[in-house]
């Protein structure tokens, strides 16, 4: 009831459906908030039926308002431990508004119920003061990345942190897919990755091929043991691969390229034609479970169509593997390596930041440093 003093009168105050407004119901503990939100929705239930409105209702702490989710008029009752839920209704919310207000003028249909959504305990959503997003570090050293959240297979590698709770981000390539493109422009940290990928697989017992043009810094950056072989050049023939590789046995390793943009690998003749290659051979599925291939890139011009020596190769990996996206700068990169992201989700800086796409939606990670004390391999071609 209202009170209008100037007339003597407490006539009803109503809250009118069709209108814009929102009604905001302040006040201090006890003083009757909860009580006024029972009070709409019984009489909304009441003067309603449950074609004409539709009633949404978050609760931050239970207050009792859980029974009216049995009121036929009611989508649900919703409380903070549920915000996958909360989030679903959220995106629906916002796409129910948009679809109604381009449909409204044309349509001639019934109309649709009214969308009610009651907010018990505001001052809780809107509470800044939760520190609920903290920011990526700009630096993950290797050795102090925090241990995955599940436990993982011994052939399982870290990556860097990242994801919604900045966990561990890693990829298994024996057991999981196992070709990966690290993907960049120059200097966002394409070879540092490939060195940490290098202690990394080492330590799971896995072998490393290293493969490097002499502008690159990777093999200075490799650990120090001998399940690492390393070739260097521009211009390499098949046979010194699979001699290098021949090290290994039948043991699992890895072939690690760095700059593969700027190697071309020499197939053997076979007849009139070209053999394929230890990289053709290890692209296929077939080497799965046994053998693994990590190629580093500024891979753009190749996956749009620029013609490049291993042209073939990355765009195979591109459709069939994993991918690291560094540092994109804008929707064409990330378009050509087939990673979908919003406009809000580009950038040029920092080195070492970029997206791990493995299954469809692309994360976001700070990807690990090899440690400063492992580094400083001066040796190169062994
Ligand atoms: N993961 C990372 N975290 C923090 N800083 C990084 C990371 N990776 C690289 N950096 C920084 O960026 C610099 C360039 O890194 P790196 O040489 O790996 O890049 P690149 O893409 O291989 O460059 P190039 O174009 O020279 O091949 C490094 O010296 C380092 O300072
Ligand atoms: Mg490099």
């Not at 009489?43 to 949404?56: I, N, V, W």
């Not at 950056?221 to 260097?232: A, F, K, M, N, W």
Request: net charge negative; with cysteine; proline share 11%.
């Amino acid at each position: 009831m209202a009170d209008d003093p100037a007339e003597q009168a407490q006539p009803a105050e109503f809250f009118d459906l069709a209108g814009t407004d929102r009604l905001m119901v302040a006040g201090g503990p006890q003083s009757g908030r909860t009580t006024f939100a029972r009070t709409l929705i019984t009489s909304l239930a009441t003067r309603f039926r449950p074609d004409q409105a539709h009633l949404y209702v978050f609760e931050r702490h239970p207050a009792g308002l859980s029974d009216y989710s049995r009121l036929p008029h009611c989508g649900g009752v919703f409380s903070p431990a549920e915000p996958d839920r909360i989030r679903r209704l959220v995106t629906w919310l916002d796409q129910e508004v948009h679809r109604r207000a381009t449909t409204r003028s044309m349509s001639k249909a019934a109309p649709l119920p009214r969308i009610v959504v009651i907010i018990e305990g505001w001052e809780h959503f809107e509470d800044h003061s939760d520190p609920a997003f903290p920011a990526l570090p700009t630096h993950a050293p290797l050795d102090e990345l925090p241990g995955p959240e599940t436990p993982q297979s011994p052939t399982w590698i870290p990556l860097g942190v990242g994801g919604p709770e900045h966990t561990t981000v890693g990829v298994d390539l024996i057991q999981g897919p196992h070709l990966l493109l690290l993907s960049g422009p120059h200097g966002s940290g394409r070879t540092t990755i490939a060195a940490e990928l290098a202690h990394s697989l080492r330590r799971a017992g896995i072998g490393v091929l290293a493969i490097a043009p002499p502008r690159s810094p990777l093999p200075h950056l490799l650990p120090e043991d001998s399940g690492v072989r390393v070739l260097t050049g521009i211009s390499l023939k098949d046979s010194e691969l699979r001699d290098a590789a021949a090290a290994f046995g039948d043991g699992p390793y890895a072939v690690i390229l760095d700059d593969a943009d700027h190697i071309t690998l020499l197939p053997t003749q076979q007849g009139f034609t070209d053999a394929p290659t230890l990289l053709d051979d290890i692209a296929r599925l077939s080497a799965r479970g046994h053998q693994a291939l990590v190629l580093t890139a500024d891979a753009t011009p190749v996956l749009t169509g620029f013609p490049g020596p291993l042209a073939r190769l990355i765009n195979t990996i591109v459709a069939t593997g994993n991918r690291i996206l560094l540092t994109p700068a804008g929707r064409p990169t990330a378009v050509a390596h087939n990673i979908t992201l919003e406009p809000d989700q580009y950038f040029t800086a920092p080195p070492g930041r970029g997206y791990l796409a493995a299954g469809r939606s692309p994360v976001l990670v700070q990807l690990a440093t090899p440690q400063p004390g492992s580094v400083g391999r001066q040796g190169d071609t062994r």
